[in-house]
Protein backbone atom coordinates (compact mmCIF):
# COMPACT_ATOMS: atom_id res chain seq x y z
CA UNK A 1 0.00 0.00 0.00
CA UNK A 2 1.12 3.33 -1.44
CA UNK A 3 2.32 6.13 1.59
CA UNK A 4 1.02 9.50 1.76
CA UNK A 5 3.04 11.22 -0.85
CA UNK A 6 3.98 15.35 -0.94
CA UNK A 7 5.71 17.74 -2.95
CA UNK A 8 8.08 19.12 -3.01
CA UNK A 9 10.10 18.04 -0.86
CA UNK A 10 12.59 21.16 -0.03
CA UNK A 11 11.56 24.72 -1.27
CA UNK A 12 13.31 27.80 -0.78
CA UNK A 13 11.94 31.48 -1.72
CA UNK A 14 11.79 34.90 -0.46
CA UNK A 15 9.94 36.70 1.51
CA UNK A 16 6.67 38.04 0.17
CA UNK A 17 6.93 35.25 -2.04
CA UNK A 18 3.87 32.86 -2.91
CA UNK A 19 4.16 28.85 -2.33
CA UNK A 20 2.01 26.26 -2.90
CA UNK A 21 2.37 22.28 -1.64
CA UNK A 22 0.98 19.29 -2.92
CA UNK A 23 -0.49 16.00 -0.51
CA UNK A 24 -1.84 12.80 -2.28
CA UNK A 25 -2.78 10.87 0.94
CA UNK A 26 -3.56 7.21 1.13
CA UNK A 27 -6.13 5.96 -1.44
CA UNK A 28 -9.33 5.63 0.45
CA UNK A 29 -8.69 7.73 3.17
CA UNK A 30 -11.64 10.37 4.35
CA UNK A 31 -9.76 12.25 6.44
CA UNK A 32 -6.68 14.49 5.52
CA UNK A 33 -4.53 16.63 7.80
CA UNK A 34 -1.97 19.84 7.14
CA UNK A 35 0.49 20.24 10.34
CA UNK A 36 3.34 22.86 10.34
CA UNK A 37 6.32 21.76 12.40
CA UNK A 38 8.66 24.19 13.43
CA UNK A 39 12.06 23.88 13.93
CA UNK A 40 12.38 22.00 17.63
CA UNK A 41 8.89 22.12 18.43
CA UNK A 42 6.00 19.28 17.78
CA UNK A 43 3.74 19.58 14.45
CA UNK A 44 0.50 21.50 14.94
CA UNK A 45 -2.60 20.92 13.50
CA UNK A 46 -3.59 23.55 10.55
CA UNK A 47 -6.30 22.43 8.97
CA UNK A 48 -8.67 18.95 8.77
CA UNK A 49 -10.73 17.99 5.75
CA UNK A 50 -13.28 15.14 5.97
CA UNK A 51 -13.80 14.42 2.03
CA UNK A 52 -13.31 17.53 0.50
CA UNK A 53 -14.72 19.59 3.58
CA UNK A 54 -13.17 21.63 5.93
CA UNK A 55 -13.76 20.36 9.85
CA UNK A 56 -10.88 22.07 11.86
CA UNK A 57 -8.98 25.65 10.43
CA UNK A 58 -8.72 27.23 13.42
CA UNK A 59 -5.39 27.07 13.44
CA UNK A 60 -4.92 28.74 9.99
CA UNK A 61 -3.57 31.89 9.05
CA UNK A 62 -6.30 32.56 7.15
CA UNK A 63 -4.86 36.03 5.82
CA UNK A 64 -2.15 34.41 4.16
CA UNK A 65 -2.27 30.47 4.54
CA UNK A 66 -5.40 28.88 2.35
CA UNK A 67 -6.54 25.57 1.60
CA UNK A 68 -8.32 23.08 -0.53
CA UNK A 69 -9.35 19.61 -1.00
CA UNK A 70 -10.87 19.02 -5.03
CA UNK A 71 -12.95 15.80 -5.23
CA UNK A 72 -12.22 14.62 -1.58
CA UNK A 73 -8.42 13.18 -2.35
CA UNK A 74 -5.53 15.50 -3.47
CA UNK A 75 -5.02 18.50 -1.19
CA UNK A 76 -3.04 21.79 -1.67
CA UNK A 77 -1.64 24.13 1.01
CA UNK A 78 -0.82 27.73 -0.41
CA UNK A 79 1.00 30.10 1.61
CA UNK A 80 0.63 34.12 -0.10
CA UNK A 81 2.36 36.11 0.82
CA UNK A 82 5.29 34.00 3.11
CA UNK A 83 6.96 35.40 6.05
CA UNK A 84 10.16 34.53 7.91
CA UNK A 85 8.83 32.93 10.28
CA UNK A 86 6.83 30.08 7.82
CA UNK A 87 9.62 28.94 7.72
CA UNK A 88 9.16 25.02 8.90
CA UNK A 89 8.31 21.73 7.67
CA UNK A 90 4.82 21.20 6.45
CA UNK A 91 3.16 17.69 7.25
CA UNK A 92 0.57 15.82 5.46
CA UNK A 93 -1.50 13.27 7.32
CA UNK A 94 -4.55 10.65 6.26
CA UNK A 95 -6.94 8.57 8.15
CA UNK A 96 -9.04 6.36 7.43
CA UNK A 97 -12.48 6.91 8.20
CA UNK A 98 -14.83 9.24 9.05
CA UNK A 99 -15.27 11.36 12.45
CA UNK A 100 -13.49 8.18 14.00
CA UNK A 101 -11.83 10.13 16.69
CA UNK A 102 -9.19 6.45 17.52
CA UNK A 103 -7.94 6.15 13.99
CA UNK A 104 -4.51 6.34 13.14
CA UNK A 105 -3.21 8.88 10.84
CA UNK A 106 -0.46 8.20 8.84
CA UNK A 107 2.17 11.15 7.51
CA UNK A 108 3.79 11.91 4.58
CA UNK A 109 7.61 13.16 4.68
CA UNK A 110 6.62 16.72 4.52
CA UNK A 111 8.50 19.54 2.62
CA UNK A 112 10.36 21.97 3.92
CA UNK A 113 10.02 25.34 3.81
CA UNK A 114 12.90 28.01 3.92
CA UNK A 115 11.88 31.58 3.41
CA UNK A 116 14.70 34.00 3.00
CA UNK B 1 -5.34 25.19 27.08
CA UNK B 2 -3.90 21.73 26.89
CA UNK B 3 -0.45 22.00 27.01
CA UNK B 4 2.06 18.87 26.72
CA UNK B 5 5.84 18.41 28.15
CA UNK B 6 8.10 16.17 27.12
CA UNK B 7 11.31 15.52 29.46
CA UNK B 8 14.10 15.38 28.29
CA UNK B 9 14.34 16.92 25.56
CA UNK B 10 17.47 14.97 24.40
CA UNK B 11 19.23 12.35 25.55
CA UNK B 12 22.54 10.17 24.72
CA UNK B 13 22.71 6.69 26.15
CA UNK B 14 24.74 3.80 24.84
CA UNK B 15 23.00 0.54 22.92
CA UNK B 16 22.02 -2.25 25.23
CA UNK B 17 19.88 0.23 27.82
CA UNK B 18 16.41 0.51 28.93
CA UNK B 19 15.65 3.85 28.63
CA UNK B 20 12.01 6.01 30.01
CA UNK B 21 10.53 8.52 27.91
CA UNK B 22 8.30 11.27 29.81
CA UNK B 23 4.97 12.82 28.56
CA UNK B 24 3.58 15.12 30.83
CA UNK B 25 -0.03 16.52 30.12
CA UNK B 26 -2.40 18.94 31.69
CA UNK B 27 -5.93 17.83 31.07
CA UNK B 28 -7.18 14.41 31.57
CA UNK B 29 -10.08 14.94 29.11
CA UNK B 30 -8.28 13.04 26.50
CA UNK B 31 -9.69 10.38 23.73
CA UNK B 32 -6.20 8.45 23.55
CA UNK B 33 -2.36 9.32 23.43
CA UNK B 34 -0.10 7.97 20.60
CA UNK B 35 3.39 7.73 21.02
CA UNK B 36 5.02 8.59 17.09
CA UNK B 37 8.74 8.00 15.80
CA UNK B 38 10.17 10.64 13.33
CA UNK B 39 13.44 10.52 11.83
CA UNK B 40 15.42 12.91 9.83
CA UNK B 41 14.10 14.18 6.94
CA UNK B 42 10.95 11.67 7.11
CA UNK B 43 7.77 11.49 8.68
CA UNK B 44 6.40 10.38 11.83
CA UNK B 45 5.36 7.16 11.92
CA UNK B 46 3.09 5.61 15.06
CA UNK B 47 4.42 3.71 17.37
CA UNK B 48 1.45 2.62 20.12
CA UNK B 49 -2.03 3.95 20.64
CA UNK B 50 -3.15 3.87 24.25
CA UNK B 51 -6.72 4.22 24.48
CA UNK B 52 -8.41 6.72 27.38
CA UNK B 53 -9.57 3.16 29.29
CA UNK B 54 -5.94 1.65 28.83
CA UNK B 55 -3.32 1.81 31.22
CA UNK B 56 -0.73 0.56 28.93
CA UNK B 57 0.36 -0.92 25.36
CA UNK B 58 3.12 -3.28 24.08
CA UNK B 59 4.63 -3.64 20.97
CA UNK B 60 8.32 -5.10 20.93
CA UNK B 61 10.59 -3.64 23.07
CA UNK B 62 8.32 -0.67 23.72
CA UNK B 63 5.66 0.01 26.08
CA UNK B 64 3.59 2.60 26.47
CA UNK B 65 2.04 4.09 30.08
CA UNK B 66 -0.98 5.99 30.47
CA UNK B 67 -1.91 7.71 33.93
CA UNK B 68 -4.52 10.23 33.34
CA UNK B 69 -4.64 10.79 36.65
CA UNK B 70 -1.46 12.35 36.93
CA UNK B 71 -1.41 13.81 33.37
CA UNK B 72 1.70 11.55 32.40
CA UNK B 73 2.87 8.60 29.99
CA UNK B 74 5.94 7.27 29.61
CA UNK B 75 7.49 5.19 26.75
CA UNK B 76 9.91 2.91 27.97
CA UNK B 77 12.38 1.09 25.29
CA UNK B 78 14.25 -1.75 26.52
CA UNK B 79 17.78 -2.71 25.44
CA UNK B 80 18.45 0.19 23.11
CA UNK B 81 19.62 -0.50 19.64
CA UNK B 82 21.75 2.49 17.16
CA UNK B 83 18.23 2.21 14.89
CA UNK B 84 16.10 3.86 18.05
CA UNK B 85 18.11 6.99 17.23
CA UNK B 86 15.27 9.31 16.39
CA UNK B 87 13.22 11.71 17.66
CA UNK B 88 10.36 10.30 19.82
CA UNK B 89 6.92 12.84 20.11
CA UNK B 90 3.76 11.83 22.18
CA UNK B 91 0.37 13.18 21.36
CA UNK B 92 -2.95 13.30 22.51
CA UNK B 93 -6.32 13.26 20.87
CA UNK B 94 -8.94 15.63 22.05
CA UNK B 95 -10.16 16.21 19.25
CA UNK B 96 -7.55 16.95 17.12
CA UNK B 97 -3.95 15.74 17.70
CA UNK B 98 -1.85 18.04 20.06
CA UNK B 99 1.91 17.42 20.12
CA UNK B 100 4.99 17.81 22.42
CA UNK B 101 8.16 19.08 21.85
CA UNK B 102 10.26 15.50 21.29
CA UNK B 103 12.95 13.80 23.06
CA UNK B 104 15.96 13.91 20.68
CA UNK B 105 17.46 10.30 21.73
CA UNK B 106 20.49 8.94 20.03
CA UNK B 107 22.04 5.44 20.75
CA UNK B 108 25.36 5.27 20.32
CA UNK B 109 27.31 1.60 19.75
Known amino acids: EAGVAQSPRYKIIEKRQSVAFWCNPI?????LYWYQQILGQGPKLLIQ????????DSQLPKDRFSAERLKGVDSTLKIQPAKLEDSAVYLC??????????????FGPGTRLTVL | KQEVTQIPAALSVPEGENLVLNCSFT??????LQWFRQDPGKGLTSLLL?????REQTSGRLNASLDKSSGRSTLYIAASQPGDSATYLC????????FGTGTRLQVFP
Open chain 1, 93 to 106: ASSARQGRLVDTQY
Open chain 1, 27 to 31: SGHAT
Open chain 1, 49 to 56: FQNNGVVD
Open chain 2, 27 to 32: DSAIYN
Open chain 2, 50 to 54: IQSSQ
Open chain 2, 91 to 98: ALNTDKLI
